[in-house]
């Protein structure tokens, strides 16, 4: 996990796209990123490029259409989104950032019992 590329949030853009639908051709990601972000054919491009570099995704060409599929899964970006996030602003403390989220937040009957029964089966693992 701790090989994962960093993702810009404009190249997040193009993950977010792959994520939900896999493989997607250069030019269906460039129609959505046009219209959703007002980008550019050739920032969409470099975006694609950037991210094949640091090996986020990948493509196979099929006679004249690039089709592009994450290399790296939302489950596994979110964990070191997640991580590095902790240590940047909590020092990793993971206790601090909870203990603060739960003062700020309100929270359901439901979901207050939902946080214990989890706490609760990580004091017992």
Not at 4 to 30: C, F, G, R, Y
Not at 63 to 78: A, C, F, I, K, T
């Amino acid at each position: 996990m701790n090989n994962l590329p960093h993702i810009t949030d404009a190249e997040h853009e193009v993950m977010k796209l792959l994520w939900q639908k896999e493989p997607l051709s250069a030019n269906e990601i460039i129609l959505k990123l046009t219209e959703q972000m007002q980008w550019s054919d050739q920032t969409v491009k470099t975006f694609l490029n950037r991210l094949h570099k640091k090996n986020a995704i990948g493509f196979e060409k099929t006679g004249r259409n690039y089709l592009y599929y994450p290399l790296v899964s939302y489950d596994e970006y979110l964990k070191s989104e997640n991580r590095s996030f902790l240590n940047r602003v909590y020092n990793g403390a993971v206790g601090t950032l909870f203990a603060k989220f739960l003062e700020e937040e309100q929270l359901s009957e439901n979901e207050i019992k939902a946080l214990q029964q989890l706490l609760e089966e990580k004091k017992q693992s």
